[in-house]
């Protein structure tokens, strides 16, 4: 019998493709094993040069401590390298692009020459710290219309492709009853049934409506899917308490400079407004957000302007990207003709702007002591207390009084904010 171990970078789409080829792997019989396994899958992420270079790293280093491991390499950064011609140094025994990844599995199975029957059934694939804690991804929707002139994503995932909401909702009713929080992930949820006919929001109805999942959350909800329609379903269900008050909406910029050079396709200040409006339907709906520093022409007053866009809004958190110019896409060739910080500068303000995100950070945190909230127990521990998610996904560690098991979900009085912690206790 065969064993395999993956292992994925970057977003949660790649996180939810990595757990249906483990699913899949496993159906067909491959054994899951993370010390020496026969077959070393990895789904690599494109969007900066980081996160392709730490895939070209991981390759070397299995090469050199599995030297008889196959090495089976998908993803964003796989596909820009078949494109490009650029895996010819790396040791590989496959490279499968994105076009291809539904059919891995088989690719595997032809191409490396094995057969297997089938086998049901295996612990060791819930290695993952989603499925550990009977959390799941699934993917709603891959690629992307929109060309934001940084990004290489539609290059390399092409154009949107949506799952049938009738397929995802049979699929969510089909999940094990341990399962109690499902994240929808996308590539753009704006693009969702941009091929089919239907809408995000009509997604979201179905599933409260008609599956009995516990919690509904969204690995990001894109600026262009803040709509009305979205507003009033919020407004709608938010009581209902199964869909997590948790919103990461990746602006990138609070510059309209820079926006409008990112093609991004909206001002400051509608953004702003749209945060505001979700704030007020519910004050603790936790707000992130990813932002891009040193884009070109990114000036002092143009970091200015970002930097108080997010003091001034109720974004309590923000994932700091350093600009990585990507082949191709637009911003290359428009570098060619508008100036790029220097990496110095972009450290700086990067710098800046993650001391702000973790005095926000701390600030939305504070505000959540006294109240009530349901809290999703984790697999993870630290000294005697159980790390778990709140209904605004917020981590809050609970004193292990040896019954909470992980994967519950149980009412806690959030208690306490302690150096940099939330506590509280079950009632």
Known sequence: MKTFYSYTFGCRVNE???QTIDKKMIEKGFIFDEKNPDIYII???SVTHKAEREARQLIYKIKKTLPKTKIVVTGCSATYWLKNNLYQ???LDLIIDNVNKDYLVEIIQKRLGQSFSNRVGYPGVATSKFLKSKRV???IQDGCQRYCSFCIVPYLRGMPKSEKIENLKLKIQNLDSSIKEVILTAINTQAFGYDTGESFVDLLRTIIDETQIPRISLGSIHPWSLTDDFFHFYQKYKDKKRLIDFFHIPIQSGSDKILTLMKRGYKKE???EKLFQIKKINPLAFLATDIIVGFLEENDYDFEDTYNFLKESPISKFHVFRFSKRAK??????SKRLTEPSPKIKEKRSKILRKL???KYSQFLS??????SSVLFLEKKIDNFKEGLTDNQLPILVFDDKKIKSGEIKNVKITEFKEGKLFGKVI
Do not use: F, H, P, W
């Open 16 to 18: 939810a493709e990595k």
């Open 43 to 45: 789904n690599t992420c």
């Open 89 to 91: 140094n790396l040791k």
């Open 137 to 139: 991804m699934i993917k």
């Open 270 to 272: 509608e953004i702003k």
């Open 329 to 334: 896409t637009q911003a290359d060739y428009l």
């Open 357 to 359: 995100s973790e005095e």
């Open 367 to 372: 505000k959540n002591v006294g109240r009530i």
